[in-house]
């Protein structure tokens, strides 16, 4: 059973996490948890979340509802979304731009500014053909996820707007779900993809890397690219 309660204890910031129990939204939480943050994992079915903390508190949250929404930014320091959405075929994912547009309102309105969004290299349509492989350039990115990737640039290009905002896109290589490493990041600013990294990171990895960058200044209202030095334990 998932047992939810209000912190009792100290903590260091309380976060307000979308996407929560997802692959990597389940990584976040935990790792936050360990670093001693207060988490509000918001999920659509709260049994996914099956860990239990005196600092994290489950909720079930509609976040294309801006009334459900507001109440839990409005008790939070920085929001962290992990969210995806699937495919689509004919036309960008618009979902991305909506949950941004959301949570940005929202934050206005509760006076917060920190919020982290995961999403992915390639958004910049510019930089697909960097990657090295054909088959990722001219098949999974054109008829695959390329629609995932146009919404996420919307969404982007949207935040770009929002001078209320201290917002940090993070743009991780291929997700898989190798343990966490110590391996260190390459993050670059104004990127969507590093050709010199490997094309694949640990999940775990993408999560470590969104809670060091928390009050990271330096990454404030950046679109910013990032990939491990090494290669990810098989």
């Not at 008790?75 to 969210?83: A, N, R, Y």
């Not at 050709?195 to 990454?219: F, G, T, W």
Request: with cysteine.
């Amino acid at each position: 059973a998932v047992v939810s309660t209000q912190s009792t204890g100290s903590y260091r910031m309380r976060l307000v996490i979308l996407g929560a129990s997802g692959q990597t939204g389940q990584q976040l939480v935990q790792q936050a948890l360990d670093r001693n943050h207060h988490v509000t994992a918001l999920v659509r079915d709260p049994a996914k979340i099956e860990t239990v903390s005196e600092r994290l508190v489950v909720a079930k949250c509609d976040v294309f509802d801006k009334s459900a929404l507001l109440p839990h930014i409005q008790q939070g320091d920085v929001v962290m979304s992990t969210l995806g959405f699937p495919i689509a075929w004919s036309s960008p994912v618009l979902q991305f731009r909506e949950v941004a547009t959301n949570v940005s309102e929202c934050m206005l309105e509760a006076g917060k500014r920190r919020v982290i969004f995961m999403h992915a290299w390639y958004t910049n349509p510019e930089s697909q053909a960097k990657s090295p492989s054909w088959i990722a350039r001219n098949i999974f990115m054109k008829f695959v996820i390329g629609q995932v990737l146009a919404g996420m640039r919307l969404s982007e290009q949207y935040l770009e707007t929002q001078d209320h905002l201290d917002y940090t896109c993070i743009l991780p290589a291929g997700l898989c779900n190798s343990h966490v490493t110590e391996l260190p990041f390459t993050a670059r600013d104004g990127e969507w993809c590093l050709p010199d990294c490997p094309e694949r990171i640990a999940r775990a990895d993408v999560a470590r890397y969104m809670l060091d960058v928390l009050e990271d200044e330096i990454s404030y209202r950046m679109i910013r690219s990032i990939g491990v030095n090494g290669q990810l334990p098989t």
